[in-house]
């Protein structure tokens, strides 16, 4: 599995990896994109806030701003919103992730 499918993966399977709140999602994300040697979020501070703040400091907040209903959501609403924000920046950066994962089949 590529580095995009993992993160496609994860994005539809956040539990399986130990993700359950935004700020484990957002350490993930940090880390993954370290790991990815900064390929996976290239360019996503600038396009999530171009001040000074770093994108886990404001994240929230957009999202906020685009569903005023956020901080309401439960954890697990929470955590899809930024994997689907990311999804989109990575789509308007024309490096669209996979879609969700194949299920897989049981051998009998």
Excluded: H
């Amino acid at each position: 599995m590529d580095i995009d499918d993992r993160l496609a993966d994860v994005r539809f399977r956040p539990s399986a990896y130990g993700i359950a709140t935004l700020r484990e999602a957002c350490v993930f994300l940090c880390g993954f994109d370290v790991a990815s040697e900064n390929r996976v979020l290239r360019g996503f501070q600038e396009w999530v806030d171009p001040g000074p703040l770093v994108w886990t400091s404001v994240v929230s907040g957009l999202l906020e701003k685009r569903d005023p209903s956020f901080p309401d959501l439960g954890d697990g609403e929470q955590v899809a919103a930024l994997f689907d924000l990311v999804a989109e920046f990575r789509m308007e950066r024309g490096d669209p992730l996979p879609g969700p994962p194949e299920p897989r089949r049981v051998r009998r």
